[in-house]
């Protein structure tokens, strides 16, 4: 919901419904490469989020894993390469990023 204005003796006070939801936590996504093993942590994650995990070598696409519904854990990736990046996404339809997008280097 949102706030209106009331009167109230000549002053105005803010009034909030009773319905107002608190806002959502914010998303965020950290990560670490040890060898091929990517760990992950997505915090606030909305249900049935996606978690898009990516393995670059000189700049060409290597591996990439999807993960369903993340919370933390370990991705085994393959592939070659020493640049690997991660991005939350709400689903794999709209594809917008719901956090800044990880990078390991």
Known sequence: GHADWAADAGRYKWRIPDSAEPPAPTPALSGEVSGSTLSYTAENAPAGSKLIAARFDNGRLTD??????????????????????????????AFKPLCGIWQNT
Do not use: C, F, R, W
């Not at 991705?75 to 339809?93: E, H, N, Q, R």
């Open 64 to 93: 990439v894993k999807i993960v369903d519904s993340p919370a933390s854990g370990e991705i085994a990736m393959g592939g070659s390469g020493t640049t690997y990046k991660m991005m939350l996404v709400k689903d794999l339809a």
